[in-house]
């Protein structure tokens, strides 16, 4: 149980084009869903929490209107890198929190995506 | 906000020795500490949690310890092998209203045979 998956699993665009991925929780419900990015050799930091229904909240430095976060259902977050430039290019990981746990506070993690932006 | 560091940055072992990463933290509020072991491209895994109504936690070869008072928790691996190389993350519940995990740099583990 408690399954994420992320889609797509790596991705390669030109710079100014939009790049879209979906984090998906497979087998629970997820009202709360969080958006990492990775740069290589370095610690996952947190750019928003994302909230089933309502806007999302974003890490300080984090621009809201440049990554776009949609969680339009239990089971759902996008998060929409837009105008995607090469700096954009990093390992990007969704969690998710099953409130309905004991555990509740453990996060399971997506597969991750790989975006690199020429 | 919260902020966990880590160190070392990066140990060697030899296999059979022990491993032992320390992580502090800011927020006294804290009341969850997760370690996660991350191999390259991959998603991180959780390998052991503590909560703060409990100083120690042992799960086979691996333990965890968490000193409240000095805001410090460590994880402890013995009788490393070389499939426990990898990158190791300690975390800590932030304060907020989504509970919020924020994580140390991150400690390379090295297990040479």
């Known amino acids: 149980g408690a399954v994420v998956s992320q889609h797509p699993s790596w991705v390669i665009c030109k710079s100014g084009t939009s790049v879209k991925i979906e984090c998906r929780s497979l087998d629970f419900q997820a009202t709360t869903m969080f958006w990492y990015r990775q740069f290589p050799k370095q610690s996952l930091m947190l750019m928003a929490t994302?909230?089933?229904?309502?806007?999302?909240?974003?890490e300080q430095g984090v621009e809201k209107d440049k990554f776009l976060i949609n969680h339009a259902s239990l089971t759902l977050s996008t998060l929409t890198v837009t105008s995607a430039h090469p700096e954009d290019s990093s390992f990007y990981i969704c969690s998710a929190r099953d409130f309905a746990l004991s555990s509740y506070n453990e996060q399971f993690f997506g597969p991750g995506t790989r975006l690199t932006v020429l | 906000g919260e902020n966990v560091e880590q160190h070392p940055s990066t140990l060697s072992v030899q296999e059979g020795d022990s491993a032992v990463i320390k992580c502090t933290y800011s927020d006294s509020a804290s009341n969850y500490f997760p370690w996660y072991k991350q191999e390259l491209g991959k998603r991180p895994q959780l390998i052991i949690d503590?909560?703060?109504?409990?100083g120690e936690k042992k799960d086979q070869r691996i333990a965890v310890t968490l000193n409240k008072t000095a805001k410090h928790f460590s994880l402890h691996i013995t009788e490393t092998q070389p499939e426990d190389s990898a990158v190791y993350f300690c975390a800590a519940f932030g304060t907020g209203g989504y509970n919020k995990l924020i994580f140390g740099a991150g400690t390379r583990l090295a297990v040479h045979p």
């Open positions: 994302s909230n089933e229904g309502s806007k999302a909240t974003y």
């Open positions: 503590i909560r703060s109504n409990v």
